[in-house]
């Protein structure tokens, strides 16, 4: 074990995002490879199983710890060089988060070169929050964090609110706060990101940075209370059934199944019991990892410098590869390009896909050839820091 270089970068934030980043790219791996992927959500208790429901479940972290620490991460940037050039930061990476997210990520996922399947989902999330956070910034700390905490706390008071149809009215209220498609005659709109909770998120995840100007000791402690409450307060409201979440637990036919119904909670949008568990554990990740790294963890820490590069190649190479394996099993070329909609990706892939061992053993190779990459660009961004382009990457 070796002790934490002191950098301008939390190693431990880098830590915890690399694995977060890693298995972000298992879910993407299953939507493509998974026999089951098209024909029923693996968290769905009446036809999944152990192993596939925690294949989907552990990827629940990967999301808000992403928006999270982009919060945090914010906060570092602003003590180095101010409100105002943060600010001015903030909202051109999130203009150009959302520019991304309409073009270069959504052709990935479909191969759709006349883009009649548009997603609203991470990235698009990830980019609004940080234009909002662009002016959040210069309220108070106090203000931002009383915002941040309705939001996230706050905000399944809505889930009863539904507007229905393709208008504007039924489109707006998507964007804040329902997951929805939309299907019009020549485009699709799929919004699986309702902003209202990510923009909370991440103006947690700013004031969550203040504790890294604490000393490290002080700091752990906070984060091990921090985080500890987070979960308490998930197993207490999770377990009265009251609030915080749209989807109830229940008692299934066996003790296993009972604590899977438990922790399924709601991701579209995040619930705040969502966010207790995922950002919980989170904190209290980072509380005990901070101070060593083992020779594994400096892979992942290299990943986690890297994120948005990684985040592009990943789906590339998973559809790419994904490609080969549908030719490669009599479907074809065709089969995995130019998707229009749900529908039509599943009536092309009717009878695809491969057990669940195959998807990890692709995941594996998949994380394995992007390493020396990352690593290779990790290097050249460590060099060439006058380059302005690298921090949008």
Not at 92 to 106: A, P, Q, S, Y
């Amino acid at each position: 074990m070796t002790t934490l270089v002191k950098t301008n970068r939390i190693e431990s934030i880098d830590l915890l995002r690399g694995i977060v980043m890693v298995i972000m790219a298992l879910d993407h791996v299953r939507d493509y490879f998974h026999a089951d992927a098209f024909i029923f959500d693996p968290l769905d208790l009446d036809k999944t199983s152990v192993a596939l429901f925690f294949t989907r479940w552990i990827t629940h972290f990967c999301a808000p710890v992403f928006v999270f620490l982009a919060g945090t991460s914010a906060f570092m940037v602003g003590e180095r060089k101010g409100k105002k050039e943060l600010s001015a930061f903030l909202l051109k990476r999130g203009l150009w988060l959302v520019f991304l997210e309409l073009t270069v990520v959504n052709f990935a996922w479909f191969f759709n070169i006349h883009f009649t399947l548009v997603l609203l989902v991470v990235i698009w999330a990830l980019g609004i929050s940080m234009i909002v956070l662009a002016g959040l910034i210069h309220l108070p700390k106090k203000m931002i964090l009383i915002i941040g905490l309705l939001l996230v706390a706050g905000h399944n008071l809505l889930d009863n609110v539904h507007v229905d149809g393709n208008g504007l009215d039924a489109i707006g209220w998507a964007l804040l706060h329902q997951f929805q498609f939309f299907g019009f005659e020549n485009f699709s709109l799929f919004v699986g990101y309702p902003l209202l909770p990510w923009i909370g998120t991440m103006a947690l995840g700013y004031c969550f940075g203040s504790l890294y100007t604490l000393e490290p000791t002080v700091r752990k402690q906070y984060l091990i209370k921090l985080g500890g409450a987070a979960l308490l307060l998930f197993i207490v409201i999770r377990a009265t059934n009251f609030y915080g979440d749209p989807s109830l637990w229940s008692v299934q036919s066996s003790p296993v199944f009972t604590i899977l119904s438990f922790l399924n909670v709601s991701k579209y949008p995040p619930s705040l019991l969502y966010l207790l568990m995922t950002l919980g554990c989170a904190i209290l990740f980072l509380a005990f990892v901070e101070g060593v790294l083992g020779k594994l963890n400096r892979a992942f820490v290299t990943i986690g410098r890297v994120p948005m590069f990684y985040y592009l190649l990943h789906l590339y190479l998973i559809h790419g590869l994904a490609i080969i394996a549908a030719m490669a099993t009599g479907f074809g070329f065709s089969s995995m390009v130019n998707f229009e909609s749900w529908v039509t990706m599943r009536e092309s892939l009717v009878g695809y896909g491969f057990d669940l061992w195959v998807t990890y053993g692709v995941w594996i190779f998949v994380v394995l050839t992007l390493y020396p990459l990352c690593k290779w660009f990790d290097r050249y961004n460590s060099d060439h820091r006058e380059k302005w382009w690298l921090s949008y990457l």
